[in-house]
């Protein structure tokens, strides 16, 4: 039951990091459309914050994998993924918006 309980503490990890990222993310664009740039990257570093939290539960699991624990495949775990995956898709589309609403402010990109 302690290995189970592992894998759901690693599957929660995903999906909470992962939408704390895809939040951050959000709030880094609004940021950026308001003018505030300053906010706007300290809102797409908490979100690389949370997704480096959430890779590394992922990396967890994966390493178990590897050294041939198997773990079974649940439709949570699928779904943990599925949220990481879009969190990591949509930090970078943010970090794209960000530098876009820099542009049409005149604001010199990094």
Known sequence: MAEEEANLEAVMGLIINGGNAKSSAMEAIM???TGD???????LKEADGFLAEAHNAQTGM???EAQGDHVKV??????SQDHMMNAITFRDLAGEMVDLYKKIAGVPLN
Not at 37 to 43: I, L, V
Not at 74 to 79: D, E, G, K
């Open 31 to 33: 940021a950026a459309k």
């Open 62 to 64: 994966l390493t178990k």
């Open 74 to 79: 649940t439709l949570l775990m699928v779904h």
């Open 37 to 43: 740039f300053d906010q706007a990257a300290a809102k």
